[in-house]
């Protein structure tokens, strides 16, 4: 049982490139979420999906795009990398409402 | 969601009791209290949540005031590895968003 797994954990990319962020987990959860976090900061919720095929905005959603097309499997993609894209990305899950989210261990994003 | 003020900062001694204040004076009654905690830049991890009544598990207790407005993260014997960032978080469970702020910094001295 490997919990939330993300894939890169590491990354550099150039400005204008495109990339995609692969978040699984291996709990049947209903709820996946992708949060950035920049340096000092507390997360803030990019994208997240209430189930197999729906995808909802978050706090941040300017310059992503997501794909929750199998339950255990949330993609972020980014279409045209920006600096200030530069941070830590954390995915996570969750069985339902009002119960604990399980986080991954991130991946690290450096736009130059 | 109701937003929550904690400190920036507090420290303890280890073995000793850290009580780690939070206030959330704009509750709402179907919103919950949650505690993460996040060591180093790993991602964060579950402590504790609870809705009107104190809970205790085997990391943590919660302590919530009876009008809701404040509660209080106990970790019973601080370890150096309790050394963390702690977010109290409030959240009405709807598609269970959270809602994180800066946090507290609790450093566990020797």
């Known amino acids: 049982n490997a919990g939330v797994t993300q894939t890169p954990k590491f990354r550099v990319l150039k400005t204008g490139q495109s990339m995609t962020l692969l978040c699984a987990q291996d709990?049947?959860?209903?709820?996946m979420y992708w949060y950035r976090q920049d340096p000092g900061m507390g997360l803030r919720l990019i994208h997240y999906s209430v189930g197999e095929g729906t995808t909802a905005k978050g706090e941040v959603p300017d310059g992503y795009n997501v794909s929750r097309l199998k339950k255990q499997n949330f993609l972020l993609g980014l279409e045209s990398a920006a600096p200030s894209q530069t941070s830590v990305y954390f995915c996570a899950s969750a069985r339902q409402t009002n119960t604990e989210a399980f986080f991954g261990q991130g991946t690290r994003l450096t736009v130059v | 969601d109701a937003k929550t003020t904690q400190p920036p900062s507090m420290d303890c001694a280890e073995g000793r009791a850290a009580n780690l204040p939070c206030n959330h004076s704009?509750?709402?009654?179907?919103?919950?209290v949650y505690w993460y905690r996040q060591i180093h830049s790993q991602g964060p991890q579950y402590i504790i949540h609870g809705l009107k009544n104190n809970e205790t598990n085997e990391m943590a207790s919660l302590i919530i005031t009876e009008d809701r407005k404040s509660s209080t993260l106990i970790l019973p014997h601080a370890t150096l590895r309790d050394t963390a960032v702690y977010y109290c978080?409030?959240?009405?469970?709807?598609?269970?968003?959270?809602?994180f702020g800066k946090g507290i910094t609790l450093s566990v001295r020797p």
């Open positions: 704009t509750i709402s009654g179907n919103e919950y």
């Open positions: 709990m049947n959860h209903e709820y």
């Open positions: 978080i409030v959240s009405s469970g709807a598609n269970s968003k959270l809602t």
